[in-house]
């Protein structure tokens, strides 16, 4: 098995999450998060003195998945939560030594 | 001709005096009333600007105060104030009136009751002293501020109260502002605004800068709270000044006038400056400014027109929005602006009367109006005063108790954040988890066994 | 690839934060976690009624990198984040298999 995790814009929510329903994805963990990279954060001015807010809010998005099915759901997320601007995020994935259902106590294969 | 529950009608002029006296008390029972709004306000006001980590620190600091301020103004602070003077029009007669003695019974020749008029008078201490909390936000030991809150009253304020607020008449004698000087401060620029810019400078220099302080983002946690503070603020200070006139009749209607123009206009210049020098204007501007445009007529608002209120509201909405940067430059962390907006406020108010004061309103004509420099000179004496006051006694009274039983918080504590460490609470439970195991009672381990 | 993770203490971020960026990185996710452990929070008390706060807040720092960068990575973190008193935190290196950035589509190193 495997977790991808990727980290989005906020407003690409709604269309990767559609996306990854319609392939067939029933569960995933969802947080919110900041992101600290180049693009840049914003300036806020309080009476005077600026603050450089330099965290982008993000959405973190963590799935455990069947190896089989690693690739494409990869590439779902990709693909719907593009843009084409800086901050689009990253898509990563890492090995799972083992998983387990906490109702039913399934192990691996049969817990995704 | 109004008549009686009895159906009886009564002779018209002692009807007619009868409704004005219990108007003037009506109006001035609200007014206290809303004066005390401002605590609360101000409250909201301070707290939404602070890290949500010290938000419930920095109100309790303005309820402490409230607290203490005014059994100490019963106890003694307003005889000091209001009491005979015992010489050089410095000082009231502490004894007089302790306790608010020999003043509980009715007088049927006065306007309004003298005891509504000592709380009216107490609640004006209660915000000079909270608008201090504002310059030491985030580092102040809870214990020592309310010491310094009880003592503050009796040294500075009720001093600086009897120069500008008592007035002589009849037999008695009242402070050297109102008197011999004859500056004009209607609702308390120089005891109330000038009084705590300056002392909160004092406060804020003698203690030291936050732990972080232009390193670490110390901005507003909750803007809501700050504009809702505003909010309150602004109707509260229709008590403070229009109370002032302590009648209800055409002066207190002009001061309202003048109040509200001053709020709006206040708004719009520290919103043009933000505009021009930041690029935005904000929110916090907005609350800023409206503040910086009341600060300014508290003290003018008896003398000028609508359109010198106006006037008064640009000149403070523009230079506070400027003057809060000073902090930065200077390097002194006065924390939510006390100065910038409370001390430059209260100048401009007091000093702009010396030019914006109209014969129309008040007794004299300023300089604009082509009274010569007579009463501008008067002003800035009546201001420096006060400033000079304030600033020395505050420095000595902060220096004293942070050497005695300690006024500033241990540096860990500071980072730890008040809220926690001094009132062992957490304002925002937002945790998905409630994240608290309980135990009540004596000697329980938890809830459930 | 690998994931670097650290839990640290919240008012160490910007120190951690300025010195990642002194040794090149520009790119990391940030969320706001809770700590349990010997740390032991701390009570509040309401009405009288005692609450036993066992969480503390934490930041956690999340960076994929390239191997050869893992171990000044690290270190970094480390020194910039300690203070020497319980509750510091812990970094820890999982593997990542494959990384993909979403504006571009790039893979491996190049996404990093």
Not at chain 2, 245 to 270: H, M, P, Q, R, S
Not at chain 2, 314 to 321: L, S
Request: charged share 15%.
């Amino acid at each position: 098995m495997k977790l991808v995790t990727a980290v989005i814009k906020p407003h690409k929510w709604e269309d990767v999450r559609e996306a990854l329903e319609t392939f067939g994805v029933t569960g995933m963990t969802v947080s919110e998060v900041s992101g600290y990279g180049r693009q840049k954060g914003h300036t806020e001015v309080y009476r005077g003195a600026e603050y450089d807010i330099a965290l982008v809010p993000k959405i973190r998005i963590e799935i455990v998945v069947d190896d089989a099915d690693t690739e494409d759901v990869v590439g779902i997320v990709t693909k719907t939560a593009h843009t084409g601007r800086i901050g689009d995020g990253k898509v990563w994935v890492s090995p799972v030594d083992t998983v387990v259902r906490v109702r039913t106590g399934d192990k691996d294969t049969a817990a995704l | 001709m109004r008549p009686q529950s009895d159906g009886m009608p009564q002779p018209l002029l002692a009807s007619a005096a009868a409704s004005t006296a219990s108007g003037d008390t009506a109006w001035l029972l609200a007014a206290a009333a809303l004066v005390l709004l401002m605590a609360p306000g101000l409250a909201f006001f301070y707290g939404g600007m602070v890290r949500s980590k010290s938000v419930l620190n920095m109100m309790m600091m303005v309820f402490g105060a409230l607290a203490v301020v005014m059994v100490v103004w019963v106890l003694v602070g307003y005889s000091i104030a209001f009491g005979d003077d015992l010489g050089g029009g410095l000082l009231g007669d502490p004894t007089q009136y302790a306790g608010f003695k020999g003043m509980l019974e009715a007088d049927p020749d006065a306007a309004y009751p003298i005891t509504i008029f000592a709380a009216f008078q107490g609640l004006f201490a209660v915000i000079t002293v909270g608008l201090i909390a504002g310059a030491i936000a985030d580092r102040t030991r809870f214990g020592t501020w309310l010491v310094f809150a009880g003592l503050w009253t009796v040294l500075v304020y009720a001093p600086v109260a009897h120069w500008i607020f008592d007035f002589s008449a009849g037999d008695h004698v009242g402070g050297w502002m109102a008197n011999k000087l004859g500056a004009l401060d209607f609702a308390g620029g120089t005891a109330v605004e000038i009084n705590s810019g300056a002392a909160g400078l004092a406060a804020a220099l003698v203690l030291g800068r936050r732990v972080g302080f232009g390193r670490d983002p110390m901005k507003p946690h909750n803007l809501t709270l700050v504009m809702v503070g505003a909010g309150l603020l602004w109707f509260g200070w229709f008590g403070f000044n229009a109370g002032s006139a302590l009648a209800a009749n055409n002066t207190a209607a002009i001061v309202f006038v003048n109040t509200l123009l001053a709020g709006c206009t206040g708004l719009l210049a520290w919103l043009a400056v933000e505009r021009f020098r930041d690029g935005h204007a904000t929110s916090f501007g907005a609350a800023s400014g409206v503040v910086a445009g009341l600060v300014a007529i508290t003290p003018s608002c008896g003398s000028v027109t609508p359109i010198g209120a106006m006037v008064v509201g640009i000149a403070a909405g523009a230079i506070c929005a400027l003057a809060v940067g000073l902090k930065y430059t200077f390097k002194y962390d006065d924390s939510l602006d006390v100065v910038g907006v409370h001390l430059v406020g209260g100048l401009v108010g007091t000093i702009i009367i010396g030019l914006l004061a109209s014969s129309d309103v008040t007794s004299v004509d300023g300089l604009l109006y082509g009274g010569g420099a007579d009463q501008l000179g008067k002003q800035l004496v009546a201001a420096g005063a006060t400033l000079l006051y304030s600033f020395t006694a505050t420095a000595i009274l902060v220096w004293v108790l942070e050497k005695t039983i300690g006024f500033r918080v241990d540096p860990e504590h500071e980072v730890a954040g008040v809220d926690l460490v001094i009132h062992a609470e957490t304002a925002y439970d937002l945790h998905v988890t409630g994240g608290a195991r309980p135990h009540f009672g004596p000697g329980t381990g938890s809830m459930h066994p | 690839m690998k994931l670097i993770s650290a839990v640290v203490k919240p008012h160490k971020w910007e120190d951690v934060r300025q010195a990642l960026e002194a040794v090149g990185v520009n790119g990391m996710t940030v969320s706001e976690v809770s700590g349990y452990g010997r740390q032991k929070g701390h009570t509040e008390v309401y009405r009288g009624a005692e609450y036993d706060i066992a969480m503390v807040p934490k930041v956690r720092i999340e960076i994929v990198a390239d191997d050869h960068d893992v171990e000044q990575i690290v270190e970094t973190i480390t020194k910039a984040a300690q203070t020497g008193k319980v509750g510091d935190g812990k970094i820890w290196v999982t593997p990542v298999e494959s990384v993909v950035r979403v504006r571009t589509g790039d893979t491996g190193p190049a996404a990093v």
